[in-house]
């Protein structure tokens, strides 16, 4: 896209909200939560934190910094920089259309329990039989995967994203107060204490190079990294807005709703189903085996139980959108045929991969691709092989290719760059090792060569 002809966001808050409304979506309100429950609790959160502050910020900075400075997407940003280097734009877009597939499966499982509690059959939801008869069935699934897709590509066709700015500005405040309160009833079951504990206070002797890596992989999932989401976002971004305190709220907002899903989710494990790591490490299903029952229990808990699924679904429905129309956007410019169309090949094509993941729980569920289940594998594909060689070569690019003094020149056009070394270090230095030590632990790990 021409520089000239593209559109901006408003200030900075348009800008941090529409950032925070790609970031936030299933993967801190689902994925966020049962990865914490798996890996330790409270030794997830540490290191999740640790990273979001030294990582997570350094690659967003890198990110929307060399968006505003192209006023390009990835492949264009790259490109422009430097040819050799396009590849990296390449492989970023290639993410989202991994995800897309198995994200709408799972927002068509939200969908389905939004329409168990507007039916006013919350308590049906709170056997633990219930989740699993759902996802072992083979029709249901598909047609709930399909409306979510069907949504999402009719926004994404209509062009209606300013709208859903619009409402996002509205439903993101009340998300996080819906989350704070159903946390805090959480918080104070009886017997939830353990949890919390469990939740919140780090237990060393659970660390291992695991927590590392699945704490890596959902940061960038959740803060729309290494996908080059972030770069088209900078290259919308007005010129006097400070790029370094935006990255300081949109990660707050993020890392903030993570935190409450797991006060919403974990301290409840213990209360219904006990701490045992059979009850915790029951990994997708956990927020649609746990929410329901905490529902049940709360006086009006069908209507708050209304209310969080519209909500969590909305959320979804945002991240889905921004997904698709980065598809879609490539293809366009790529292809240069008719938006319609590309729409609607995406749509068949996104339906197409995303039916194994769908239909894995039932008569696929034998098949398993390096042993996982297709859902975890085209996770494991994206956020734990992708996205880190990624990362790995946005870390090269700016540390050794455009050198970090250009991010630097690129911030300092609106405020001082504060973290300033700690970004130069860690771009340079710090990411570029642990990522690769990361990758090549999760691939061997994954083929079974050996296990950390
Ligand atoms: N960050 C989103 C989430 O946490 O659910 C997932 C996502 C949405 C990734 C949109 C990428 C994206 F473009």
């Known amino acids: 896209m021409n520089k000239t002809t593209r559109g901006s966001f408003t200030g900075k808050i348009g800008f941090v909200l529409a950032a925070a409304g790609s970031a936030v979506g299933l993967g801190n309100i689902w994925r966020f939560p049962y990865l914490a429950a798996k890996y330790g609790g409270g030794i997830f959160l540490l290191v999740y934190i640790i990273l979001a ?12 910094a060399l968006g505003r400075k192209t006023g390009l997407s990835a492949i264009g ?51 633990d039989e219930f989740f699993g008869n759902f996802i072992s069935s083979v029709g249901e699934p598909v047609i709930w995967f399909l409306l979510f897709l069907t949504i999402t590509a009719v926004v994404v066709l209509l062009g209606v994203e300013k709208g859903v700015e619009k409402v996002s500005k509205i439903m993101m405040p009340v998300l996080v107060a819906l989350s704070v309160v159903i946390a805090v009833y959480s918080m104070f079951m009886p017997g939830a204490l353990e949890g919390v504990k469990y939740y919140i206070l780090p237990d ?40 370094e305190s935006s990255v300081k709220q949109i990660e707050l907002f993020d890392t903030g709703i993570a935190f409450l899903a797991g006060l919403m989710i974990i301290p409840a494990v213990f209360v219904f189903s006990g701490g045992s790591p059979e009850a915790l490490g029951k990994g997708p299903s956990l927020m649609f085996v746990t929410l329901p029952k905490v529902f049940d229990s709360m006086m009006g808990g069908t209507v708050i139980g209304i209310a969080f699924f519209v909500l969590v679904l909305f959320a979804a429905l945002t991240s889905s959108i921004s997904l698709m129309e980065t598809v879609v956007s490539i293809l366009c410019d790529k292809l240069k045929i008719n ?39 085209f996770d494991f594909a994206s956020n734990s092989v992708l996205m880190p060689i990624v990362a790995f070569f946005t870390c090269i690019f700016i540390g050794y290719v455009i050198k970090p003094k250009a991010i630097t020149e690129e911030i300092e056009i609106s405020a001082k760059f504060k973290r300033e070394k700690m970004f130069n270090v860690i771009i340079k230095y710090i990411a570029p090792i642990c990522i690769v030590l990361i990758l090549v632990s999760s691939v061997f790990d994954a083929l079974g060569i050996f296990k950390i």
């Open 204 to 243: 060393f002797s659970k660390f291992s190079v695991t927590t590392i890596l699945a704490a890596m992989g959902q940061l960038f999932y959740s803060m729309s990294l290494a996908m080059g989401i972030m770069i088209t976002y900078g290259s919308y971004m007005k010129k006097d807005v400070n790029i």
């Open 339 to 377: 938006r319609r169309l590309v729409c609607g090949i995406v749509f068949i094509a996104i339906f197409l991969v995303g039916l194994p993941s769908c239909l894995g729980y039932s008569i696929w569920s034998e098949v398993k691709v390096m042993g996982m289940q297709f859902l975890d594998f």
């Open 77 to 127: 940003a790259f490109k422009a920089l430097n040819k050799k280097f396009s590849f990296i734009g390449y492989l970023a877009s290639l993410i989202p259309a991994i995800i897309l597939p198995y994200y709408s499966v799972i927002g068509g499982w939200v969908m389905k329990y939004l329409s168990v509690f507007l039916t006013g059959q919350c308590h049906s939801a709170t056997s």
């Open 53 to 64: 502050v030294t990582f997570g910020f350094t690659l967003m900075i890198g990110e929307i």
